[in-house]
């Protein structure tokens, strides 16, 4: 959902006059503009982890260049030029087939760990909310505890800070892992992507995500 600030821009760019991606047309709010879902020619996301989304000057390229068709647009933000006044694209389809691959593994980045382990404390075994979670490194760094997947867990602070620098061992059965760390594959994610859309999905994106 856009904030009222957001909203504003769209006013003002649908007020405005300039150039199609040329964002001086909208002063410095142009950075305010909604992004893009990108979907391949099959109509699935070009990329579930993370999502594709491109900005909307890509966008509006991608359109005018013909290498992309509009499947939706934002009813209220409107690029406006000489020729044309165009909807802002709020998905768009490749007209050529992008080939994706789903086996070679997963980029290791918090929202992955995160994903992997469903949002979920590996200790406590309770879902949170993005902003309560952290990771824990069950051999911890001090103690030669590498930062990989195989030694990252999603993690509550309550648990993090309880477990603190002790390894499992130490804790004498206190606290055990619901699941083994591990390496997922893309495809994993990928389903896990969508049991787990971002927060801010705009309307228009979730039939596609
Ligand atoms: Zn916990």
């Known amino acids: 959902m856009m904030g009222a600030a957001a909203v504003a821009a769209g006013q003002q760019a649908h007020g405005g006059s300039g150039s199609v991606a040329d964002d001086s047309a909208f002063g410095d709010q142009s950075h305010l503009f909604p992004a893009c879902l990108v979907l391949n020619a099959d109509f699935s996301p070009l990329s579930y982890v993370p999502l594709s989304l491109w900005s909307w000057k890509d966008t509006v390229r991608a359109v005018f260049r013909g290498s992309a068709q509009v499947v939706t647009e934002y009813d209220e933000w409107i690029v406006r030029s000489p020729n044309l006044d165009l909807n802002l694209p709020s998905v768009i389809a490749l007209k050529e087939y992008v080939p994706t691959c789903t086996k070679h593994p997963a980029a290791f980045t918090r ?3 995160y994903l992997r382990d469903g949002f979920t ?3 406590c075994n309770e879902p949170f909310p993005t902003k309560v979670l952290t990771y824990d490194h069950v051999v911890p760094v001090s103690k030669g505890g590498r930062n990989t997947w195989d030694n990252v ?3 509550c602070t309550y648990c993090n800070s309880k477990k603190g620098n002790r390894l499992l061992r ?3 059965g206190e ?3 619901k699941t083994a760390p591990y390496m997922p594959s893309r495809f994993e ?3 896990k992507a969508r049991a787990f859309p971002p927060k801010d999905m705009h309307a228009d994106w979730k039939g596609y995500v």
Do not use: E, P
Request: charged share 20%; proline share 0%.
């Open 111 to 113: 929202r992955n760990v």
């Open 121 to 123: 404390c590996q200790y």
């Open 170 to 172: 130490d804790l004498r």
């Open 175 to 177: 606290m055990k892992l």
């Open 153 to 155: 867990v999603t993690c």
């Open 189 to 191: 994610l990928h389903q």
